[in-house]
Nanobody
Framework: QVRLVESGGDLVRPGGSLRLSCAVSGFAVGLKTIGWFRQVPGKSREGLAS????????RYADSVKGRFTISRDSSADTVYLQMNNVYFEDTALYSC???????????????????WGRGTQVTVSA
């Protein structure tokens, strides 16, 4: 059973940094992609970044390119989202999800992703 668990959400000041983690378990080795998404109540879900667990190919939304970095550890069971120079508008519930295929579905709002974590809240406030 595939399981994704996010952690690392917190209250952070504008211009600050935060690292989110997505612990992934219960999946077989193969073509898998992990994506980070965020959602604010009343708005559509936004795809932020994705990474292929097999070859590390990454993709980014323009809104976070240059500020956020997605990475995976060597065992590919944890995916990170390093958030730098955060803005007020980065406040959201951040979720990770798994797509059972290569990292070619971009941009995406996550509808193609089959497994989801429950999310971790990031709040940017002075």
């Amino acid at each position: 059973q595939v399981r994704l668990v996010e952690s690392g959400g917190d209250l952070v000041r504008p211009g600050g940094s935060l690292r989110l983690s997505c612990a992934v378990s219960g999946f077989a080795v193969g073509l898998k992609t992990i994506g980070w998404f965020r959602q604010v109540p009343g708005k559509s879900r936004e795809g932020l970044a994705s990474i292929s667990l097999s070859d590390g190919i990454t993709r980014y939304a323009d809104s976070v390119k240059g500020r956020f970095t997605i990475s995976r550890d060597s065992s590919a069971d944890t995916v990170y989202l390093q958030m730098n120079n955060v803005y007020f508008e980065d406040t959201a519930l951040y979720s990770c999800a798994m797509f059972m295929g290569p990292n070619v579905m971009w941009p995406t709002n996550g509808n193609e992703y089959q497994y989801w974590g429950r999310g971790t809240q990031v709040t940017v406030s002075a």
